[in-house]
């Protein structure tokens, strides 16, 4: 009896305590599905029937005429932005109100992640930010050109090789495969001044290493719901992203290549120097006059907290931590990038053979030399990018934690009552929902360059087209992302022929094995070799 009572005590406080979490929103006439208790709004993605992409469009989609909307993540509220204005003062405005992201991870179990630019917070935030931005611009990302066209050839050549020795004189290909390959080539050399060809030497511990660090399993998944909505018991039980060998390989990566290259004083133009001259105050920002060259519409503006000059030391776990970073961004986000890139290009043999020629005028005007002026100049390249970011944006969504509280005013126009985020709260700038808007893009879901057109891109609304974040906290490698999916895209579509094959998932659907936005059942396409 004394055990049925405290159960029926025990089930009654609980049921009280859920009322009361799951009334933030609706006490305030803030419009949100119905939340499952314990689950919120999460239960449909845990168990894989929803991924979070769609779930945030559908929630998205269903109140057309709210300002802002409430999601919860299992116990936690979160605002989900809708309106332009309002996400307009949020991203710049008053942006020292919401200027940190989300805590992950405890740095002091996981600095490689907890020290990194995307997870530090205030003043360390602008310090880092002001100290890597020099890194970032475009004089700096056009002396990395060389590296990438160098991992290109090597990718060029194996697939000429496979297609050769194929009965069919084609292959078919999972192209996130290939792209995440090629991306793991790309940053070996451009940050960690390494030469590896995932192409030839598929296992190597270099892409061993980047597929665990930065795939998003369903047990991974589990974990990172579990560092976001419950922090503290993350802490109590020690959990981290990464594990203990991967930790030591990038450690001993980081540490071990700026050992060697003091010691015989190498200098190559990559990120570990990059870093190098960071640690000692040497990297500087471009000279006044000095103008950073457009690297494509996508690209984002650095703000004035990134333009600051910055006396800080910083700690070998600091250095380690960014170029953990550098790595996760350039193997996941950007191959994900090109592999949909590919996809698009498959399925539209138009815009295809259309962008294949503005390759093949360039290379013969150009003598075959690929730089980073002829890359920039390439109009419907840029074109082309620019819309497969909008269709399949990396970032789904971009959050931003509320530092002191914050009057997001009425959530609609017949409410009667303010909404206040709290300090500690979170909102959301629901990006692949805004991106596939009609009241923005008109045919949302059509693959359409031309939107990006000289004449149509000024029509497209300011803070609508966000592949790269918003304000100061956007992407600080943009130039860097953009450069490498262009010059991916040139190297290939100049020797390869792209279509679907019968594994190629049409119309695109999403898997919901990952947090990562994959096509269910794979990338498969087609790869012939172009008659030259």
């Not at 190597?204 to 976001?228: D, E, H, I, P, R």
């Amino acid at each position: 009896m004394l055990l049925l009572l405290w159960s029926v005590v025990f089930l009654v406080a609980l049921a009280l305590y859920l009322r009361q979490v799951y009334s933030r929103f609706s006490a305030y006439g803030v419009k949100t599905f119905e939340p499952v208790p314990l689950f919120g709004n999460m239960l449909r993605i845990t168990t894989r029937l929803e991924h979070f992409a769609e779930q945030v469009e559908k929630l998205y989609n269903a109140f057309p005429e709210e300002r802002f909307v409430g999601r919860f993540e299992f116990l936690n509220p979160m605002v989900v932005v809708r309106d332009i204005e309002l996400i307009k003062m949020i991203a710049v405005k008053d942006f020292e109100y919401f200027l940190d992201h989300r805590s992950f991870v405890d740095e002091k179990y996981d600095p490689f992640f907890g020290r990194n630019l995307f997870s530090l917070k205030g003043q360390e935030w602008k310090d880092m930010r002001s100290t890597l931005s020099p890194a970032f611009t475009s004089s700096k990302i056009r002396l990395m050109v060389p590296f990438m066209e160098e991992v290109g050839e090597l990718m060029i050549k194996s697939l000429k090789e496979k297609a050769r020795s194929s009965k069919n004189g084609y292959i078919d290909i999972d192209c996130k495969d290939l792209t995440t390959r090629y991306a793991n080539d790309v940053i070996a050399s451009c940050a960690f001044g390494l030469k590896v060809d995932s192409h030839s030497d598929q296992n190597n511990m270099f892409y061993q290493m980047g597929k665990v660090a930065s795939t998003f399993n369903y047990k991974q998944l589990l974990k990172f719901f579990a560092l976001t909505s419950w922090p503290n018991i993350s802490k109590v039980l020690k959990i981290s992203l990464f594990t203990e060998s991967t930790k030591k390989f990038f450690w001993d990566l980081v540490m071990n290549t700026m050992s060697d290259r003091e010691t015989k004083n190498i200098v190559r133009p990559d990120m570990i120097h990059l870093l190098m001259e960071a640690k000692k105050g040497q990297l500087t920002h471009e000279k006044k006059g000095v103008v950073d060259t457009d690297a494509g519409f996508a690209t984002v503006e650095e703000s004035s907290v990134g333009k600051e000059k910055i006396d800080r030391v910083w700690s070998d776990i600091d250095l380690v931590a960014q170029a953990v970073l550098f790595f996760i961004a350039g193997f996941e986000t950007i191959s994900s990038a090109m592999s949909f890139a590919l996809h698009e290009l498959a399925v539209h043999p138009d815009i295809q053979e259309k962008l294949y020629q503005e390759i093949k005028e360039n290379e013969t005007k150009c003598g075959g030399k690929l730089d980073y002026n002829a890359i920039q100049n390439m109009t419907y390249l840029d074109m082309v990018v620019s819309e497969v970011l909008r269709i399949w944006p990396p970032a789904i969504a971009l959050d931003r934690l509320c530092t002191k509280d914050y009057n997001l005013g009425k959530p609609n126009k017949d409410s009667t009552q303010d909404y206040v985020v709290r300090k500690g709260e979170s909102l959301m700038i629901p990006v692949w929902a805004i991106h596939r808007d009609p009241n923005f893009y008109p045919e949302p879901e059509k693959f359409d360059p031309e939107r990006f057109s000289e004449e149509n891109k000024l029509l497209i609304k300011p803070f609508t087209y966000a592949p790269f974040g918003l304000g100061p906290r956007n992407c600080i490698g943009s130039r860097f992302a953009l450069c490498e999916v262009k010059v991916m895209i040139y190297q290939l579509l100049l020797h390869m022929e792209l279509s679907p094959c019968e594994r190629t998932c049409i119309p695109a659907k999403l898997s919901t094995e990952t947090f990562n936005i994959r096509i269910k059942g794979g990338h498969w396409l087609r790869f012939k070799q172009r008659q030259q």
